[in-house]
């Protein structure tokens, strides 16, 4: 059974930094991607970024190219999502999700998913 643990969520002050992790466990993967997903409050989960099992490729969401980063670690079969110069619109609770079979930018297309972290930027 997979299961993926997010942590490092919190309270950060606009301009600053957090450091999201996924680990994965229960299979192995050599299709697909991982993604980061986010939902603020009354709003729809949206895309943030991902990255692919083969190959490593890495895809963002027009509003946090620049900002943040996603990486993974193979031996620790993790996932990460750096998040630099935070803005008080980044408030939402961050998901992360395996897409089996693509790399998809919509969450419907996921198969499976963390349940979630909050992040909190203060203006």
């Known amino acids: 059974q997979v299961q993926l643990v997010e942590s490092g969520g919190g309270l950060v002050q606009a301009g600053g930094s957090l450091r999201l992790s996924c680990a994965a466990s229960?299979?192995?993967?050599?299709?697909?991607?991982m993604g980061w997903f986010r939902q603020g409050p009354g709003k729809e989960r949206e895309f943030v970024a991902g990255?692919?099992?083969?190959?490593?490729?890495?895809y963002y969401a027009d509003f946090v190219k620049g900002r943040f980063i996603i990486f993974r670690d193979n031996v620790e079969n993790t996932v990460y999502l750096q998040m630099n110069s935070l803005k008080p619109e980044d408030t939402a609770t961050y998901f992360c999700?395996?897409?089996?079979?693509?790399?998809?930018?919509?969450?419907?297309?996921?198969?499976?998913w963390g349940q979630g972290t909050q992040v909190t930027v203060s203006s």
């Open positions: 229960g299979r192995s993967f050599s299709t697909g991607a």
């Open positions: 990255i692919r099992w083969s190959g490593g490729g890495t």
């Open positions: 999700a395996v897409d089996t079979t693509g790399s998809s930018l919509h969450p419907y297309e996921y198969d499976y």
